[in-house]
């Protein structure tokens, strides 16, 4: 463009002139966004969700760990329910004594030898659970609400290891503290 002569008025403004060009262009577009924070923050809660499942596993494992192998309970561990059938009984619920419980375990008797001896000559061992309660607790001797209940192994936990005869003090209403002298 060239200047206009001295004292000659400018020369009017270009039609359709904004600043991107004649004639009128639209401004460029926004740049493109990129998907990536939506594909991130996906990721990133998928991590999270993970880690919230993998916290609830862990307190659950750790809220029922006091289920244990039947073969594992020892003197002075407190039942919270008692089995129905002793004979196939494979674990346990055990609750700290000072909780409601129905029954105690007053004595373990391991049953010697490599070789199964049969399942009547296990049973048999249950006779040496009453003098073990009268040592135990001579109080839960004379209690009538307190029983019985013998846990011993089959055939197949032998199999696993299990020699233990477990002699179990039961009560029908729950009880709190241990029945030992």
Same mark, same amino acid.
């Given at each position: 463009?060239t200047?206009p002569p *001295?004292?000659?008025?400018?020369?009017?403004?270009?039609p *359709?002139? *904004?600043?991107y #060009?004649y004639p *009128?262009q +639209?401004?460029?577009?926004?740049?493109r966004?990129?998907r990536?924070g &939506?594909?991130i #923050? &996906?990721?990133?809660?998928g991590f999270v969700l993970?880690?919230?499942?993998?916290?609830?596993?862990?307190v659950?494992l750790?809220?029922?760990s006091?289920v244990?192998?039947?073969?594992?309970i020892?003197?002075?561990?407190?039942l919270?329910?008692i089995?129905?059938?002793s004979? &196939?009984?494979?674990?346990v619920?055990?609750?700290a004594c000072?909780?409601p419980?129905?029954?105690?375990?007053?004595a373990v008797i391991t049953?010697?030898g490599?070789?199964?001896p049969?399942q009547d000559?296990?049973?048999?061992?249950q006779?040496?659970?009453?003098?073990a309660l009268?040592a135990?607790s001579s +109080?839960?001797m004379?209690?009538p609400?307190?029983?019985?209940?013998?846990?011993y192994?089959?055939?197949?936990?032998w199999? !696993?290891?299990?020699?233990?005869?477990?002699c179990?003090a039961t009560?029908?209403?729950? !009880?709190?503290g241990? &029945?030992?002298?």
């Amino acid at each position: 463009m060239t200047q206009p002569p *001295y004292g000659a008025p400018p020369p009017p403004p270009q039609p *359709y002139s *904004y600043g991107y #060009g004649y004639p *009128y262009q +639209a401004p460029p577009p926004p740049p493109r966004k990129t998907r990536w924070g &939506l594909i991130i #923050g &996906l990721i990133a809660g998928g991590f999270v969700l993970l880690a919230a499942l993998g916290v609830v596993a862990i307190v659950l494992l750790v809220k029922n760990s006091d289920v244990v192998d039947a073969a594992e309970i020892g003197m002075g561990d407190c039942l919270g329910e008692i089995p129905s059938d002793s004979s &196939l009984v494979s674990s346990v619920k055990t609750v700290a004594c000072t909780e409601p419980h129905k029954g105690e375990v007053f004595a373990v008797i391991t049953v010697p030898g490599d070789d199964f001896p049969g399942q009547d000559k296990i049973i048999g061992y249950q006779d040496k659970c009453q003098p073990a309660l009268e040592a135990y607790s001579s +109080a839960a001797m004379e209690d009538p609400e307190v029983g019985m209940f013998v846990l011993y192994p089959t055939e197949a936990s032998w199999k !696993r290891g299990d020699r233990a005869v477990t002699c179990i003090a039961t009560t029908d209403t729950p !009880r709190t503290g241990s &029945l030992k002298n």
